[in-house]
T-cell receptor, first 112, second 116 residues
Framework: EAQVTQNPRYLITVTGKKLTVTCSQN?????MSWYRQDPGLGLRQIYY???????DKGDVPEGYKVSRKEKRNFPLILESPSPNQTSLYFC???????????FGPGTRLTVT | QQQVKQSPQSLIVQKGGISIINCAYE??????FPWYQQFPGKGPALLIA?????SEKKEGRFTISFNKSAKQFSLHIMDSQPGDSATYFC???????????????FGPGTRLSVLP
């Protein structure tokens, strides 16, 4: 089954404790992206990757890091999480930039 | 200039009625306008999309109307059903081919409730 998977689905952590949210797609897509969803703000793009080793900032990159060492994986790293990063995070992928995006199920992160 | 405005914030429609959600944008570089549907606990899923070379696109009960000069586009759901109850997001995108980048912007969302 073609899909985008994210882990974990739920995470509660404390301020400053480094964490990684994994994202993997099995569709051989070139383009992958991370979004955060907050009430009243819709989805805002954090980082995106056009292909392996090619990443760029979206609209809200502060406090986040990404890497794209393999085509199928695009992890999101929070080096020092803060409470304002409490949000619902979605990973997405598409065959190429500008094509239909397929979203993962989401990761609900709470930083206390 | 990168914003996409969306209204209404919430919408209640009777079964069989027409649901209309409107979006507006400023950046004339946007060249792809998708609508996403999101059910509680799920990720958004593409519903229908349009490019600015056409003024309307219809897929089943869902229609996008696009007004390039007004920089507005809307989603019409005909014969709305309770199963259509979800949050709808409009979005806009332009693909920066020269520097291999992409800008993807979503509206804030509209929560649609279709009453049985």
């Amino acid at each position: 089954e073609a899909q985008v998977t994210q882990n974990p689905r739920y995470l509660i952590t404390v301020t400053g404790k480094k964490l990684t949210v994994t994202c993997s797609q099995n569709m051989n897509h070139e383009y992958m992206s991370w979004y955060r969803q907050d009430p009243g703000l819709g989805l805002r793009q954090i980082y995106y990757s056009m292909n392996v080793e090619v990443t760029d900032k979206g609209d809200v990159p502060e406090g986040y890091k990404v890497s794209r060492k393999e085509k199928r994986n695009f992890p999101l790293i929070l080096e020092s999480p803060s409470p304002n990063q409490t949000s619902l995070y979605f990973c997405a992928s598409s065959l190429r930039g500008g094509d239909e995006q397929y979203f993962g199920p989401g990761t609900r992160l709470t930083v206390t | 200039q990168q914003q996409v405005k969306q209204s209404p914030q919430s919408l209640i429609v009777q079964k069989g009625g027409i649901s209309i959600i409107n979006c507006a944008y400023e950046n004339t570089a946007f060249d792809y306008f998708p609508w996403y549907q999101q059910f509680p606990g799920k990720g958004p899923a593409l519903l229908i999309a349009i490019r600015p070379d056409v003024s309307e696109k219809k897929e089943g009960r869902f229609t996008i109307s696009f007004n390039k000069s007004a920089k507005q586009f809307s989603l019409h759901i005909m014969d709305s059903q309770p199963g259509d109850s979800a949050t709808y997001f409009c979005a806009a995108n332009f693909f920066i081919r020269d520097n291999y980048g992409q800008n993807f912007v979503f509206g804030p969302g509209t929560r649609l409730s279709v009453l049985p």
